[in-house]
């Protein structure tokens, strides 16, 4: 190959860059980003950049030094409108095209919005540019904030909106927030550090429409009642960028549909990050950004599949002074227990197990102890952890705070 284009500046398409220079590309490398900024980190957005502790300089991925060294042309704030049917040549909106011999799709996904007009005040924390609407209307004093959606990016912005003394409530049309992640038990841990954190939670019912003329000013949920807004934060999940691919050659559904090497129909496309269903899931952790490219580059340099990638899910979440860390394959039906700690102390680990065996793990403000079970897991997901220390029944106590839970439906992410 003597050109290949990374489309998405973002995270994952960065690591790609960085994998085709170690595998010893040294050829033509073109990045196109349709934002105007640099390769820059998504999850302070919703925590240190949003509550002013973090400025945009730490965001950074990347310094100059490195960006030189990869020797990359650059092209920033031009969004990707076409791959003709071999995959050999970008279209771009700005009449550009880039012939290519390889291409790496990194486009990411899009925050999901409500349907409706636009109005002020309504946001979504996606983009730098997001974090930065968002930020500037949260610093102007006392707010009443309505997050809707209670899944990871809801419940980071809900605590830190809190955090700056804003008054919160969140909407989770699920009965108890992060329930397909997490399961029952744990999501009821969760539910409470909402609680404990000041900030009002309602579930187990939809929003039916933003009301304002110009801003909203107020948040109709399904049942009739009326929440009192001054900030609306959506974040109900994200869709893959796709779009641009339509009438190309790949095969999309949920994301650009890969093997289990990252690969697609076409051998000189391969996809990673947001936008890539590889074996028939598509993960929106950073930590699949960072592991899928370089197993993506070297199948994409090698002509054809000899690798594949599945590594551990994994992520963490940051809420009310508590990390939330996560790690395995849950399934509907496994048990729950802690080993270590206690939910009731804020601090604990806890296994999933099903038949004996361990699919994954959660902890709360337990760091060094879950890094071990993770890396047992990743070592051999089928067979059982052993913890070293005694376990202990799990007990949720939520009562003294109720979980709002009035007509239940299932969640939509």
């Not at 799990?394 to 992410?413: D, I, M």
């Amino acid at each position: 190959m003597k050109t290949v284009t990374v489309v998405g500046a973002s995270l994952s398409g960065l690591y790609a860059a960085r994998e085709l220079r170690a595998q010893g590309f040294d050829g033509r490398l073109v990045i196109v980003g349709e934002e105007t900024h640099r390769p820059y980190d998504r999850p302070p957005l919703s925590k240190d950049f949003l509550t002013g502790k973090a400025g945009e300089d730490q965001l950074a991925l990347s310094d100059v030094d490195e960006t030189l060294e990869l020797g990359a042309e650059w092209m920033f704030g031009v969004r990707a409108r076409g791959l003709d049917s071999r995959g050999r040549t970008v279209l771009l909106e700005d009449g550009r095209t880039v012939s290519t011999d390889g291409v790496v799709i990194a486009t990411g996904a899009s925050a999901r919005r409500l349907p409706g007009p636009a109005l002020m005040g309504v946001h979504t924390l996606r983009t730098l540019d997001d974090a930065r609407s968002l930020r500037a209307a949260l610093i102007e004093g006392p707010k009443r904030v309505v997050v809707i959606g209670g899944g990871f990016i809801g419940a980071e912005t809900a605590s830190s909106c809190a955090g700056m003394g804003h008054d919160v409530t969140v909407v989770e049309a699920a009965p108890l927030p992060l329930l397909p992640q997490l399961g029952p038990e744990m999501a009821a841990v969760c539910a409470g550090l909402h609680h404990r954190g000041g900030v009002e939670l309602v579930t187990g019912v939809g929003v039916a429409a933003l009301h304002g003329e110009l801003a909203v000013n107020s948040v109709e949920l399904a049942d009739g009642r009326i929440l009192p807004a001054d900030v609306v934060v959506v974040g109900i999940g994200a869709i893959p960028n796709t779009g641009w691919l339509a009438g190309s050659t790949l095969a999309l559904g949920d994301g650009v549909l890969c093997d289990d090497g990252c690969v697609t129909a076409l051998p000189q496309v391969v996809a990673v990050g947001d936008v890539a269903r590889v074996g028939g899931a598509r993960a929106e952790h950073w930590t699949s950004a960072t592991a899928q490219p370089r197993v993506a580059v070297r199948n994409l340099l090698a002509g054809r599949t000899v690798e594949t990638v599945r590594p551990l899910p994994y992520f963490w979440s940051d809420q009310y002074s508590s990390r939330i860390q996560y790690a395995g394959r849950r399934r509907d039906g496994d048990q729950v227990r802690v080993v270590e700690g206690s939910v009731d102390e804020g601090s604990f680990l806890a296994l999933y197990e099903r038949d004996g065996v361990t699919t994954a793990a959660i902890a709360i403000n337990r760091p060094r102890p879950f890094t071990k079970l993770r890396r047992e897991l990743a070592r051999a997901e089928a067979q059982p952890v052993v913890a070293e220390v005694a376990a202990q029944p799990l007990v949720v106590e939520v009562a003294a705070q109720p979980v709002v839970a009035e007509a239940a439906q299932p969640v939509a992410l």
